[in-house]
């Protein structure tokens, strides 16, 4: 995916006011509208430009988006790295029916939606409810197994009484129910916008994330982990204790089992309705040959044991 400088796109400054950019936009769209353009691409520059001034034009967009483009290398595609929106209160965007077509670029920063439509409503209406934001956070995996009460801090853009934009902390104090699913949004009635002309707030949606877990990985309601047994366990059978999220549990490890084998505990994923299963990834791990003794180990099952690993390649 290639990275959109917004500000070559609009031909202004990094360091353009609200009004070079409004003017730049408004230059650039009677040159490509595709109404009136006689340029072959005219369609496609139509868009980038109204991608472009939808992000520069709205102060949280624009802060994050330069705090994104300032670690930007200008060789290879470009992947926004996980985690960078983390903290930042956007606004939603447009009603449904009033979106608009944005490029792969600007889907995967803001989810694809612009917020004009939104915006030219509420100026022609004296009452109007405050716009919707949208943050993503990180919580931790037990919080979603267990449930949890969070103060998280987020970060947006404030204009001051000369209108010039400062950056503001707050912090909420957040109820993470049980469950929780990586992905799913948390509804904080009246934390977003102000309304206008006595029109109520606004909500904030928060987007959860899961930090990395040293044992699990989740997948919706479900749980992976790698869990190591010797060979003779694996090609023998054994039963072994393995930790869960409710506690340590005895799991049978059946014989003849390879690497990678997956084994199933029902119902021991996030809870929910119905809760998720827990895997367990078998990952057969070698013994080290660090002593005499253990070499003359691998000696002995090397001569009691002929067994070729690449009979198959037909080696």
Known sequence: MEFKDYYSILGVERGASEDEIRRAYRKLARKYHPDVSKE???????????????????????????NLAAGVSSEGSFQPPPGWDEGFEFHRGAAPGEEAQFSEFFSS????????????RQQQEFRARGEDHHAAIEVDLEDALKGATRDISLRSMKI????RPQMQTRTLSVRIPAGVREGQYIRLAGQGMPGYGGGENGDLYLEIRFKPH????????????????APWEAALGASVKTPTPGGTVEVTIPS???????????????PGDPAGDLYLVLDLVLPPADSEAAKAAYRKLQQDLPFNPRRHLGV
């Open 160 to 163: 001051d009484g000369e209108g």
């Open 109 to 120: 920063l803001f989810g694809g939606r612009g917020r004009h439509g939104g915006a030219q």
């Open 40 to 66: 072959k691409d005219a369609e496609t520059r139509m868009r980038d430009v109204n991608e472009a001034y939808d992000v520069l034009r709205d102060q949280e967009k624009r802060l994050a988006y330069d």
């Open 214 to 229: 040293p044992q699990y990985r989740a997948d919706g309601r479900d749980l992976y982990m790698t869990l190591p047994v």
């Open 256 to 270: 003849g089992s390879g690497n990678g084998r997956k084994l199933r505990l029902r119902g021991r994923g996030i």
